[in-house]
Antibody, heavy 120, light 110 residues
């Protein structure tokens, strides 16, 4: 059974870069046809889809975040990563990673999420 | 482009049925039959409960069901149980590789 686990710094200073990693266990990140996604959840608010990377490395991003976001994949480590540049307090949230099977449109499974606070 | 609208909270007594609405536009909820629903208990990962509007993954109790009419999708929980108390989020594919989530609904079992 595939499991996802997010990791990274819990505190980032304004204007700096937020960097997170999602480690996939129980299966190979490069086997099968999957999209690997990042989704965030500001405190007390709803979920926001950030973007995704395909097994081949192609990416798609939420237009509202596209200019500041980069998602990459490292198949040798069975991980994919998120970078958000020029962060502000509005980027404070719990960040989740999740999988989508090619040809489907739902997220399963999800990681538990990692909280990130943007503050000086 | 904005979040889908859900009621902030819904409550019911054990055994009752409740419905959670998810309102979008013709570009997302109304445009595709790709609405999914997620249950999230505090501090836990969201769990897929419904996909493709009406389909239920294996292991999800059959008291959970989904439907859609126009630009509004609904999650129905029949025979409400204590363990159903959680936050619920809808999600809709909006084309061009984009997804919108709902604002979230807190379900309280009285």
């Amino acid at each position: 059974q595939v499991q996802l686990q997010e990791s990274g710094p819990g505190l980032v200073k304004p204007s700096q870069t937020l960097s997170l990693t999602c480690t996939v266990s129980g299966g190979s990140i490069s086997s099968g046809s999957y999209y690997w996604n990042w989704i965030r959840q500001p405190a007390g608010k709803g979920l926001e889809w950030i973007g995704r990377i395909y097994t081949s490395g192609s990416t798609n991003y939420n237009p509202s975040l596209k200019s500041r976001v980069t998602i990459s994949i490292d198949t040798s480590k069975n991980q994919f990563s998120l970078k958000v540049n020029s962060v502000t307090a509005a980027d404070t949230a719990v960040y989740h990673c999740a999988r989508v099977i090619l040809g489907t449109f739902w997220f399963d499974p999800w990681g538990q999420g990692t909280p990130v606070t943007v503050s000086a | 482009q904005s979040a889908l609208t859900q009621p902030h909270s819904v409550s019911g007594s054990p055994g009752q049925s409740i419905s959670i609405s998810c309102t979008g536009t013709s570009s997302d909820v109304g445009g595709y039959n790709y609405v999914s629903w997620y249950q999230q208990h505090p501090g836990k990962a969201p769990k897929l409960m419904i996909y493709d509007v009406t389909k239920r993954p294996s292991g999800v109790p059959d008291r959970f069901s989904g439907s859609k009419s126009g630009n509004t999708a609904s999650l129905i929980i029949s025979g409400l149980q204590a363990e159903d108390e959680a936050d619920y989020y809808c999600c809709a594919y909006a084309g061009t590789y984009t997804y919108f989530f709902g604002t979230g609904t807190k379900v309280t079992v009285l």
